[in-house]
């Protein structure tokens, strides 16, 4: 194959990001006081080489001919993130078809600047489709480690399968990221899906692992301007294990509510005071920043992870953004979550996605989803189970039967889509969910009532969390206690639902055929501990045309 040198239009922060608040504080004070914090997590050659990427490389959003790398490097000791200085920074990349580099494909050059936290981005096109592909930067005498990612297949590929790791919920504080070493092991992933609280907003010890922090937070205190999200995302990119998953495999994600704060939406969220924490405007428009500075992420509009992406005949993803225009979450049991005036998606977005999903031309439509669409009902729970049960669905503690921060309390938008579906006969549509720390592979029924006698319109397999409390947490039991007594009630009160498991930490494996969509679960020994084992939990699928879930006896 011929090499093609390609220079790349880059993005150093997207700027039309710019937050509408005092987001950065004075560089001398910001130096002092966040140095300390965060040079913990730094390895100690920080304190002495610089240029140096301390925070890894990444790739993400996979394109038949394209790619985008990411990376931070901290020009001098003092440019660490969220402080604001440090000068502005030539960063190159190169991009090859092997490891040794010997045989370049692209190659580039942009500018780090305090702008954009020293982070850089390059967008590379004139890739061939399919293909791996191996790339590192470079900042003065300094390289940074060499990474892999792959592009998608070509549009019109006959692709017979396609493999995907699927993960959500990473609460840094409540233990190791060992899901993300395991999936890294592995080697086979074609790419892997992040859907949402890739960190958490929380100061330390708000949300810590039964009541013990497993390793503090930085900042320490609950994040709310832009230099407090990006001290927070840096912390998050000094972890080996997720350092290692980037670095082996293109991520695709999208944001849930802690990228913000505990259930965001439009106008707000559960965790923020208007006044004592500022104007909900600024503190969003700074954890959107930030985000796009330290992800690998494009924007398909500014301001929104709502995006496609394409791989070959075999798969579509469709990734929604279930925070950035929600209506405010409203309580159990006054009629308002079936009001057609409120929204989870925002009109243009719905809108989007139907018509997305009625032109597809692939073998599986799939749908990155932050909140699960499936109905649950609790049914009758005893005490002891419900209380803790409603504390981590954001449940009224007395019991009533929704979760309104989920479709459940925006029924309307649910309707709609899944008529569009039945209406259009959209088949092998596959909601990938994460938020809510359990798994579970459900139908999702027209009406949950009158299932399995009513339709199916698609199907949903859900992950549980990484680290962050499930339901054995909360009570503070062994695990698998709390989802042997709960998990068959809840299957009673919810034909739909054909497993869930309310205890274990760990991470999903999908895998595509034209045949028949698979999702193997995993579960993680102890998340406490950082050499944590993986282990195979369970498999579900749905079979081409069925529109249902059956379990499976062997992982793929």
């Not at 040794?100 to 702008?115: I, N, P, Q, R």
């Not at 070959?312 to 929604?320: E, Q, W």
Request: charged share 20%; net charge neutral.
């Amino acid at each position: 194959m011929t090499s093609r040198y390609r220079s790349s239009k880059t993005s150093e922060g997207l700027n039309s990001l710019t937050p509408r608040r005092r987001t950065v504080v004075k560089a001398a004070a910001a130096t002092a006081v966040l140095a300390g914090p965060l040079a913990a997590t730094l390895p100690a050659r920080a304190v002495d080489q610089a240029p140096a990427f301390l925070h890894g490389v990444a790739s993400g959003d996979p394109l038949p001919d394209g790619i985008l790398l990411w990376t931070r490097v901290t020009p001098v000791p003092e440019a660490i993130p969220g402080s604001g200085v440090g000068p502005d920074t030539e960063v190159s990349w190169v991009v090859a078809r092997d490891k040794a580099f010997t045989t370049v494909v692209a190659k580039g050059s942009t500018t780090a600047t305090a702008a954009s936290d020293h982070t850089v981005k390059a967008d590379i096109r004139g890739l061939e489709p399919g293909t791996d592909y191996w790339f590192r930067f470079s900042a003065g005498s300094t390289d940074s480690p060499a990474a892999r990612t792959r592009t998608a297949p070509a549009h019109d590929a006959a692709v017979t399968g396609l493999r995907f790791g699927v993960v959500s919920c990473a609460n840094w504080e409540a233990g190791w990221f060992s899901s993300y070493r395991h999936l890294a092991a592995r080697g086979d992933l074609d790419a892997w899906l992040h859907l949402g609280d890739y960190i958490y907003e929380y100061g330390t010890g708000e949300y810590a692992t039964r009541g013990t922090v497993v390793r503090p937070h930085a900042p320490a205190h609950e994040i709310v301007t832009l230099a407090d999200y990006r001290i927070r995302h840096a912390r998050y990119k000094t972890d080996p294990d997720l350092q290692a998953l980037h670095a082996t495999a293109p991520v695709v994600a999208i944001w849930d509510d802690h990228e913000f704060a505990n259930d965001a939406w439009s106008g707000g969220a559960e965790n923020h005071t208007e006044g004592a924490e500022g104007a909900w405007s600024a503190r969003q428009a700074a954890a959107k920043q930030a985000y796009f500075e330290w992800m690998p992420v494009r924007p398909a509009i500014a301001g929104t992870t709502y995006r496609r992406l394409r791989f070959g005949k075999l798969a579509d993803l469709s990734l929604l953004d279930l925070r950035s225009f929600r209506s405010q979450q409203v309580k159990v049991g006054n009629g308002e979550v079936d009001d057609p005036d409120r929204t989870l998606t925002g009109r243009a977005q719905l809108d989007w996605l139907k018509a997305g999903l009625k032109s597809s031309d692939t073998t599986w439509r799939l749908v990155g989803n932050s909140v699960m669409i499936s109905p649950f009902a609790i049914g009758s729970l005893s005490a002891d189970l419900l209380k803790p049960l409603a504390k981590l669905l954001g449940l009224p503690q007395e019991g009533l039967a929704l979760n309104t921060d989920q479709w459940d309390g925006y029924t309307d938008d649910r309707r709609e889509i899944l008529a569009h579906l039945r209406t259009n006969a959209i088949r092998n549509t596959v909601f990938l969910t994460g938020d809510i720390h359990m798994a579970w592979a459900n139908d999702v029924p027209v009406d949950a009532g009158t299932y399995p006698l009513s339709p199916s319109a698609a199907t949903e397999f859900v992950v549980t969390s990484v680290t962050s409390d499930n339901l054995d947490d909360i009570v503070k039991v062994p695990e698998g206690t709390v989802s042997a007594v709960a998990s068959p009630v809840i299957r009673a009160a919810n034909r739909h639902v054909h497993w869930v498991d309310t205890d274990r930490h760990g991470f999903g494996v999908l895998d595509i055929t034209a045949e028949r969509a698979q999702m193997d679960f995993y579960v993680v020994s102890d998340r406490t501990k950082r050499d944590a084992s993986a282990k195979w939990s369970r498999s579900y699928r749905t079979r081409s045309g069925t529109q249902k879930v059956e379990r499976t006896y062997d992982p793929v």
